[in-house]
């Protein structure tokens, strides 16, 4: 029988190392039960001795998360392993985590003490933390930068101390995959010559992988030693800790399901997962909204951009088979939501897919106009381009004659002092009704302008005022040209009380008057799709020969 890989979780400790990082009680617990749900199965929950904060929190995830093994960090002296068994022993599976550095830097530098002493250290830390639980694990620091027949004389006195797991962190992230895999195949073997292969093979006994991204090959150096039989990976959600981070988890669980194949040929077994990666993502955004720790949107697996296809022959290939420019489903790792993204690079299949998937139907004429616009009206004018300003082109298409409101005059005061608040005054042309002419005040120019035309016609921002409430979902400005008398780009999206969003592009060279014009166009946009959008969608949109 081969071991299946076990998965420990050390976002909580390491990760909460991580500089600027500090988690409340309520979020780490929440955390917790997020890992125990992803299926993770060991979970350091933190060091006790460090702070009665982190005493407090392992105590209390110990109690309230059920369903994996919880470990608590110790140094290997009595004190700190009698603290972490208090904590941790409220656990349904506790583990103490215990270590001492082995390299000859930390010996002399930080622990100054001679190898004979750290043995000794080793054999009784690792004998007491026995004496209070079942399951050891024992750490050597800075393995990666120690004497491999030390290292090795070190981790044979923990295994005859009764550790069963035992870890050889890459501390400062030093080591390269082939390295890492050469020193765990030597440690593994010093292992099974020692007597300990039937332990090794069942999971009795297990090697450890702690590895740091200072190089950045945290996770391939992880991979690697999986290959040479460490049978337990150590890692944190989106990589956190200690400086440059810890491997990713998230990466390494989904690096061993792609590559399964891979990994079935290499060690001669399946290294089995105990993992639900639906729940990959959630967790990922959890813990980002809980240490404030954006993540990169270029990221593997997690990050914003890592299923986001915006180049036309990329968008192509998706549309016609996900597999030919993706290697995981994004719903198998919870991501919701279309791959393909609008931008620059977008071509005709991506134009007519989103199209397409938002109910419109319409011939091949009308997709190739609504390519032209979208090309020379707004590809190189807007930074994001929602599917609202390429559904404006075909309302336009189809619905121009219908629109209401054209702006006629419009007066902005904005140089404004003490108490006074700039001011506007707008005259819309509205084909029904004839000419509309209100003021507003506001925050801003902008602020003031949007409310005086709201105003005008019969809208408002304020969901109170009983009017035809409309929300401001998205609003940018950019600069088309350079200088100071550039042509200034205004994009808006607007949303009713039906949550209809419509989109509007504004140009002017004053960036206030192109903020109503986009507004103006939001809003004939919007009334024009509430009277006939339902209607056009229902057939076959075609253009009528020019
Ligand atoms: O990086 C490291 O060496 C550690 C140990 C305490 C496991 O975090
Ligand atoms: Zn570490």
Same mark, same amino acid.
């Given at each position: 029988?081969?071991?299946? #890989? ?11 190392? %991580? $500089? ?21 199965? *060991? ?37 700190? #392993? ?17 270590? #001492? ?14 190898? !004979? ?8 830390? *690792? ?17 990666? /930068? ?12 923990? *295994? ?8 050889? $962190?890459?501390?400062? &992230? ?63 959600? @989106? ?48 813990? %980002? ?13 997690? &990050?914003? @951009? ?27 790792? +919870? ?11 977008? +071509? ?43 559904? +404006? #082109? ?5 619905? !121009?004659?219908?629109?209401?409101? %054209?702006?006629?005059?419009?007066? *902005? ?82 949303? @009713? ?8 592009? +504004? /140009? ?29 969608? @229902?057939?076959?949109? %075609?253009?009528?020969?020019?």
């Amino acid at each position: 029988m081969n071991p299946r #890989i076990i998965l420990f979780d050390t976002t909580l400790r390491d990760g909460e190392q %991580s $500089p600027g990082v500090a988690l409340d009680l309520k979020q780490k617990v929440e955390i917790g039960k997020a890992l125990v749900e992803l299926g993770i199965d *060991v979970i350091e929950a933190g060091f006790p001795i460090t702070s009665p904060g982190d005493f407090e929190a392992v105590k209390t995830i110990a109690k309230e998360v059920k369903g994996a093994t919880i470990a608590a960090l110790a140094r290997a002296n009595q004190k700190d #392993i009698e603290v972490a068994w208090e904590a941790v022993k409220y656990s349904d599976s506790p583990r103490i985590h215990t270590f #001492i550095a082995t390299s000859d830097i930390h010996l002399k530098y930080k622990l100054k003490k001679t190898r !004979e002493q750290v043995l000794e250290l080793t054999e009784q830390a *690792v004998k007491y933390a026995k004496s209070l639980c079942p399951d050891v694990e024992f750490s050597a620091e800075d393995a990666t /930068r120690s004497d491999w027949d030390y290292l090795a004389s070190v981790v044979l006195v923990a *295994v005859k101390a009764g550790a069963t797991t035992i870890n050889i $962190p890459d501390t400062v &992230g030093y080591t390269v995959p082939q390295e890492y895999y050469n020193l765990i195949k030597f440690l593994v073997e010093k292992l099974c010559k020692e007597g300990y292969e039937e332990e090794l093979k069942t999971g009795k006994l297990r090697l450890s992988v702690h590895c740091h991204n200072d190089l950045g090959l945290a996770v391939a150096n992880s991979v690697s030693a999986i290959l040479a039989g460490a049978t337990q990976i150590e890692g944190t959600i @989106n990589g956190i800790g200690e400086r440059a981070g810890n491997a990713a988890l998230e990466e390494i669980i989904m690096i061993l399901k792609t590559r399964k194949d891979f990994f079935e040929k290499e060690l001669g077994y399946t290294p089995e997962l105990n993992v639900n990666t639906r729940k990959i993502v959630p967790i990922s955004q959890l813990v %980002s909204k809980y240490t404030g720790m954006i993540v990169q949107p270029n990221k593997a697996i997690v &990050g914003a @951009n890592a299923f986001a296809h915006e180049s036309g022959i990329h968008q192509h290939g998706i549309i016609c088979e996900r597999s030919t420019y993706e290697i995981i489903d994004p719903a198998e790792v +919870g991501w919701t939501g279309s791959a393909i993204v609008l931008g620059k690079h977008s +071509g005709r299949h991506a134009i007519g897919f989103k199209l397409r998937s938002r109910g419109w139907n319409f011939d091949d004429k009308v997709l190739t106009r609504i390519f032209e616009k979208f090309r020379h009206e707004i590809k190189d004018v807007l930074k994001k381009i929602d599917e609202e300003y390429v559904e +404006g #082109i075909l309302l336009d298409l189809f619905l !121009e004659r219908e629109y209401r409101y %054209s702006l006629v005059a419009s007066q *902005v005061i904005s140089v404004c002092s003490g108490s006074l608040k700039p001011f506007a005054q707008i005259e819309i042309e509205d084909r029904k009704e004839g000419r509309k002419v209100s003021i507003g005040l506001g925050v801003g120019p902008i602020d003031a302008a949007y409310k005086a035309a709201a105003e005008a016609l019969g809208y408002s921002f304020d969901k109170e005022s009983g009017k035809k409430y409309i929300k401001l979902i998205d609003f940018s400005i950019s600069a088309l040209t350079g200088g100071t008398s550039a042509e200034g780009v205004c994009g808006v999206i607007i949303e @009713n009380e039906k949550g209809i969003r419509t989109a509007g592009l +504004g /140009r002017d060279g004053d960036i206030v008057i192109a903020s109503i014009k986009a507004l103006l166009k939001a809003l004939n946009r919007l009334e024009a799709f509430e009277e006939k959008g339902e209607f056009l969608k @229902n057939q076959v949109l %075609s253009l009528k020969e020019e």
